[in-house]
């Protein structure tokens, strides 16, 4: 079981989680994280650092979210690794209190 990051990442982009993950199984898309699963040791590291509540166990991911855990998979295979902490985008504060941000996902 690997861990899943949802839609509360889009357009908030935070990096905390990157700094404690173990084995570097984040990957950086233009304006959200995955996680590889295949990379993924459900270390739970992650989980406490973001700011957002955006990453869940694959197996509590709640279900209007449920297509992340393929979108983490298929997106982990086009993005590049993410391995030290960013800045956040300036305006990530504002988007982390919008829940609806599925559309706005860049891939």
């Not at 509540?53 to 295979?77: C, R, S, T, Y």
């Not at 030290?84 to 982390?96: F, L, N, Q, S």
Request: aromatic residues 6%; proline residues 8%; hydrophobic residues 35%.
């Amino acid at each position: 079981m690997a861990y899943v990051v949802t839609e509360r990442c889009i357009k908030c982009k935070y990096t905390d989680c990157v700094d404690v993950c173990p084995v570097d199984c984040f990957r950086e898309g233009p304006n959200m994280l995955v996680i590889d699963p295949d990379e993924c040791i459900d270390c739970t590291l992650c989980v406490p650092e973001c700011p957002v509540e955006a990453i869940f166990a694959e197996d509590d991911v709640p279900n209007e979210q449920q297509g992340f855990i393929a979108k983490n998979a298929e997106l982990a295979k086009k993005w590049k690794p993410i391995i030290e902490r960013k800045p956040a985008p300036a305006d990530a504060d504002h988007w982390a209190k919008i829940l609806e941000k599925k559309s706005l996902l860049e891939e």
